[in-house]
């Protein structure tokens, strides 16, 4: 039998939401990656699952080379050296596309939907 959990149905690999949902989160406060990846758990789309912190670092770096953020290393006594990450003006402008590429998103699954359901009820 299929394990639906683990198939694309679940809605469990929307990758590439990540970035739009880090600008988000970096658009309210700077933030060290570590709690960047805490954050993301508790997106709805995430559902309280922690996501793959190595794959977010990857997404932070390429991101911070695109210049849609920047970091900067925050030493302290008190526990390791924690590196910050800052929404730049490139990544409000991004994350404003975003919104717009959303809301088609959205309307597009909206009508998607609701062509599958009328399938879906004809079949039965």
Same mark, same amino acid.
């Given at each position: 039998?299929?394990? @639906?959990?683990?198939?694309?149905?679940?809605?469990?690999?929307?990758?590439?939401?990540?970035?739009?949902?880090?600008?988000?989160?970096?658009?309210q406060?700077?933030?060290?990656?570590?709690?960047?990846?805490?954050?993301?758990?508790?997106?709805?789309?995430?559902?309280?699952?922690?996501?793959?912190?190595?794959?977010?670092? %990857? @997404?932070?770096?390429?991101?911070?080379? %695109?210049?849609?953020?920047?970091?900067?290393?925050?030493?302290?006594?008190?526990?390791?050296?924690?590196?910050? @990450?800052h929404?730049?003006?490139?990544?409000?402008?991004?994350l404003?596309?975003?919104?717009?590429?959303?809301?088609?998103?959205?309307?597009?699954?909206?009508?998607?939907?609701?062509?599958?359901?009328?399938? @879906?009820?004809?079949?039965?």
């Amino acid at each position: 039998m299929l394990d @639906f959990n683990k198939c694309p149905c679940s809605g469990s690999n929307l990758d590439r939401l990540i970035q739009p949902l880090i600008l988000t989160i970096l658009a309210q406060k700077d933030l060290y990656g570590y709690k960047i990846v805490l954050r993301i758990a508790e997106s709805p789309m995430f559902n309280g699952q922690k996501p793959d912190a190595t794959g977010v670092y %990857r @997404f932070l770096k390429a991101m911070e080379q %695109r210049g849609l953020v920047v970091s900067s290393w925050s030493l302290t006594d008190n526990g390791p050296a924690k590196r910050f @990450f800052h929404i730049t003006n490139e990544g409000k402008e991004c994350l404003s596309h975003w919104i717009d590429t959303l809301e088609e998103y959205r309307q597009v699954i909206g009508m998607m939907l609701e062509e599958a359901r009328n399938v @879906f009820d004809k079949v039965e």
